[in-house]
């Protein structure tokens, strides 16, 4: 299950915070039923726009990764969650819009699978440019 979400709209004091993050990152492992294999990284990025920095990080879980990556200016949080484990992904999006006080969030849910797909053949890939 791969989870993106995009965060509108947020508090720009909770997005600059690195430990909201830290704790998001910290936390989410665990709420979700997984299995932090590493502590949070999370580091303060200044882009080459003034507009553009933020903080990002991650975690490892054993069953894959969980970044945010926050744009205080732009009011703007983006959060990947992926697992090979499908996990009930309400409580971990009601948390994001409490803790970074979004207005709005756009969110994109993949089903992933460990299994093999039933398509014998596929079509191969567009090439990309």
Same mark, same amino acid.
């Given at each position: 299950? &791969?989870?993106?979400? #995009?965060?509108? !709209?947020?508090?720009?004091?909770?997005? /600059?915070?690195?430990n909201?993050?830290r704790?998001? $990152?910290?936390?989410?492992?665990q709420?979700? !039923?997984?299995t932090r294999?590493?502590?949070?990284?999370?580091v303060?990025?200044?882009g %080459?726009k003034?507009? #553009?920095?933020?903080? %990002?990080?991650?975690?490892?879980? +054993?069953? %894959? &990764?969980?970044?945010? &990556?926050?744009f205080?200016?732009?009011?703007?949080?983006?959060?990947?969650?992926? /697992?090979?484990?499908?996990?009930?992904? +309400?409580?971990?999006?009601?948390?994001i819009?409490?803790?970074?006080?979004?207005?709005q969030?756009d969110v994109?849910? $993949?089903?992933? %699978?460990?299994? /093999?797909?039933?398509?014998?053949?596929?079509?191969?890939? +567009?090439?990309?440019?």
């Open positions: 299950m &791969h989870v993106i979400i #995009d965060g509108f !709209g947020g508090d720009p004091d909770q997005l /600059s915070d690195e909201v993050v704790v998001i $990152l910290d936390q989410y492992p709420m979700m !039923g997984m294999i590493t502590q949070p990284t999370v303060r990025y200044t %080459s003034p507009e #553009d920095w933020g903080v %990002s990080g991650y975690v490892m879980i +054993a069953e %894959s &990764h969980i970044a945010v &990556h926050t205080p200016e732009r009011r703007l949080v983006w959060a990947d969650i992926f /697992s090979c484990k499908d996990f009930e992904a +309400a409580q971990v999006l009601e948390d819009k409490r803790r970074f006080r979004l207005r969030m994109k849910v $993949l089903e992933r %699978s460990l299994e /093999s797909s039933p398509v014998v053949a596929r079509e191969p890939a +567009a090439p990309v440019r």
